[in-house]
């Protein structure tokens, strides 16, 4: 029996690129769509995927990717703020597609009465794709291990701190190649999830103080957690490269989820469902080492002491 073709959207994302690997090595045909063709599309197709260039918000775009595909995997960029439309038109697309595997990229954080737009945003995309009726199944994952690096390297590199507004409650990192291997378990036998909602944890639950002794131990370099306060943080990542006003109002209203305890919980998801324990926070730095900026303090030449390892 020949398997069914796999759209993956938002593919050469941190999730979407991981998911795309994973399907071809299982053998599966997959469909991938980018906003424009650049090196990373051509390096999925050069692995063996179809590529097309698809516009959330352009129905008949959505509709022309979505021909022939009898699984999803949906994954909208947290700069986005029409998530609703895009969801909307998404689920119109896969439902005249008959598809009926239908995995949703969400969050922990989705509810009706947070603070954050695409948190709201969120909960209601759930809502829609299951009164869709295409096989919808919800990840909701905590905070990737990547924002380690995506909001901390600069400062851990230059200063030796890491600046978070996360106060001393924990949550348990995941990274995004373990999300991936859940979404793919999912893709590859959706029918007993269908309308599921799951919360995707790493293995151990952390405060970021203690994710900043991890990180000085594996990085060979002193690194201090800075609880900052919220709109001083605010300000500071509104010049980050690739956040724009829309998402740095969600991570300032995450943030403050963060303090009040809803990120904070272990589940068993990715080693049920991703078919592997999660990546240890200790294992995920060493794999990305040269993310930190750090790399030439760590490994080299340490034979003894606080950032000895021996691997």
């Known amino acids: 029996m020949s398997k069914s073709l796999i759209l993956v959207t938002g593919s050469t994302g941190k999730t ?45 775009s959505m509709r022309a990717a979505m021909e022939g595909a009898g699984r999803v995997y949906f994954v909208y960029p947290p ?27 969400s969050q922990i954080s989705a509810r009706q009465d947070s603070d954050s737009p695409l948190a709201r945003q969120h909960w209601l995309s759930e809502g829609i794709l299951d009164w869709a009726d295409v096989g919808a199944i919800h990840i909701r994952p905590t905070f990737f291990a990547e924002m380690l690096y995506i909001l901390g390297a600069k400062t851990i590199a230059t200063e030796g701190k890491l600046y978070l ?55 060979g370099t002193a690194v201090e957690y800075v609880d ?26 995450v943030a403050v989820d963060h303090q009040n305890g809803i990120f904070s919980g ?24 040269d993310a930190f900026g750090v790399a030439s303090h760590a490994y080299a030449g340490q034979e003894s002491g606080p950032g000895a390892r021996h691997i």
């Open 266 to 289: 272990e589940t068993d998801v990715v080693e049920r469902i991703g078919g592997q324990p999660p990546l240890s926070l200790p294992d995920f730095i060493r794999k990305n080492l």
């Open 165 to 219: 507004p996360y106060g001393d409650e924990r949550h348990a990192p995941v990274a995004a190649d373990d999300i991936a291997r859940v979404v793919v378990g999912l893709l590859t036998d959706p029918e007993p999830h269908v309308g599921e909602r799951y919360v995707l944890t790493g293995p151990k639950n952390m405060t970021v103080a203690e994710m900043a002794s991890v990180l000085s131990e594996e990085l």
């Open 228 to 253: 900052l306060p919220l709109d001083v943080w605010g300000d500071a990542i509104s010049g980050v490269e690739g956040l724009n006003e829309f998402a740095v109002t969600h991570l300032k209203a």
């Open 79 to 105: 700069q986005g703020a029409r998530l609703i439309e895009a969801t909307t038109i998404a689920a119109t697309a896969a439902r005249d597609a008959g598809v009926r595997g239908f995995v949703n990229m």
């Open 16 to 60: 979407g690129s991981a998911v795309v690997r994973q399907l071809l090595d299982r053998g599966y045909p997959v469909r991938a769509t980018v906003r424009r063709r650049d090196e990373r599309a051509d390096e999925l197709e050069s692995l063996g995927a179809e590529v097309v260039v698809a516009d959330f918000h352009d129905l008949h």
